[in-house]
């Protein structure tokens, strides 16, 4: 793994545990279902901790691996068609998963 605990604070200005939980707060509800989990995580996190467009960079982050990459870091999620709405059907199944991929690589940080 390429982070500790420290190192990743230093990067993203909090601690794993602390996105672990926001994570599952967006899999429970969404603030906004027209924008996806790094929107969302984001948005969560600059509420809680002032600090912006982290959620984005996490994301893009700790996707890379995921079962289903796209292969894009800006857009991890593999695109269905028709262009489903982000929260149902497949994108639904595609957004729960990444968060569970991102939730398991933010654990193994010691």
């Known amino acids: 793994m390429k982070y500790t605990v420290e190192s990743f604070k230093e990067e993203f200005c909090m601690s794993p545990i602390g996105i672990i939980k926001l994570l599952s707060q967006i899999k429970q509800a969404r603030s906004d279902e027209d924008f996806g ?16 467009e982290i959620g984005y960079d996490i994301v893009e982050e700790f996707s890379d691996g995921w079962e ?3 292969g894009l870091k800006m ?36």
């Not at 989990?37 to 901790?49: A, F, R, T």
């Not at 709405?85 to 010691?110: F, H, M, N, S, V």
């Open 37 to 52: 989990v790094c929107w969302n995580l984001s948005d969560l996190i600059e509420e809680k901790y002032g600090v912006e």
């Open 75 to 110: 857009y991890p999620i593999p695109r269905t068609f028709p262009i489903a709405p982000l929260w149902k059907g497949d994108q639904l199944k595609y957004r729960l998963d990444l968060i569970d991929y991102i939730i398991g690589q933010l654990k193994e940080i010691k």
């Open 68 to 70: 289903y990459y796209s």
